[in-house]
T-cell receptor, first 115, second 113 residues
């Protein structure tokens, strides 16, 4: 079983819809939760960053973390064609200069927003 | 402009011919790492470096080497490439540990025939 599970999609929604992307994880030591967005032929770029449980909002994007259920979500409101990309969840155990607190990634969900 | 630069972007090579993929960052980041991205498997870490002359294996290090002689550069070396190393490779850097924001390069698409 993978440490991080993410539905690969693809997911197609009409412009203006609310999009929900999700990941589940098994490692209870994860404390830092991130969403990266990857456009075709580009490297991933950080979209949202959350520590521990709770919600974080940034414009049209909301990240939710439920540590009790080991479940994280990314919501996109008023989705735009420019949001079409692959969305990768990523998690890490702690922040330190000692040891490899590596990022563990989900496989990514390919999202298409239809105009 | 803050960036991570990888070269080449595309590479086709033959089995057994040594190659190097270069990676350079201009943000004075301590932490650098290499990933490979394969369909259905996501991003998997190959090697990482906490600082100059400090490197260690990630999840899939077999068949790869790295070095960190300068803070800004972190080349990936394939001494004897094989077809199962055909993949999309990304270099990334972070200010400290990767729990802080990771900046990724544009990727190198490698095909080994």
């Amino acid at each position: 079983q993978k440490e991080v599970e993410q539905d690969p999609g693809p997911l197609s929604v009409p412009e203006g819809a609310i999009v929900s992307l999700n990941c589940t994880y098994s490692n209870s030591a994860f404390q830092y939760f991130m969403w990266y967005r990857q456009y075709s032929r580009k490297g991933p770029e950080l979209l949202m960053y959350t520590y521990s449980s709770g919600n974080k909002e940034d414009g049209r994007f909301t990240a939710q973390v439920d540590k009790s259920s080991k479940y994280i979500s990314l919501f996109i409101r008023d989705s735009q064609p420019s949001d079409s990309a692959t969305y990768l969840c990523a998690m890490s155990a702690l922040v330190s200069n000692f040891g490899n607190e590596k990022l563990t990634f989900g496989t990514g969900t390919r999202l298409t927003i239809i105009p | 402009e803050a960036q991570v630069t990888q070269n080449p972007r595309y590479l086709i090579t033959v089995t057994g011919k040594k190659l190097t993929v270069t990676c350079s960052q201009n943000m004075n980041h301590e932490y650098m790492s290499w990933y490979r991205q394969d369909p259905g498997l996501g991003l998997r870490q190959i090697y990482y470096s906490m600082n100059v002359e400090v490197t260690d294996k990630g999840d899939v290090p077999e068949g790869y080497k790295v070095s960190r002689k300068e803070k800004r550069n972190f080349p990936l070396i394939l001494e004897s490439p094989s077809p199962n190393q055909t993949s999309l490779y990304f270099c990334a850097s972070s200010l400290l540990a990767p729990s802080t924001e990771a900046f990724f390069g544009q990727g190198t698409r490698l095909t080994v025939v």
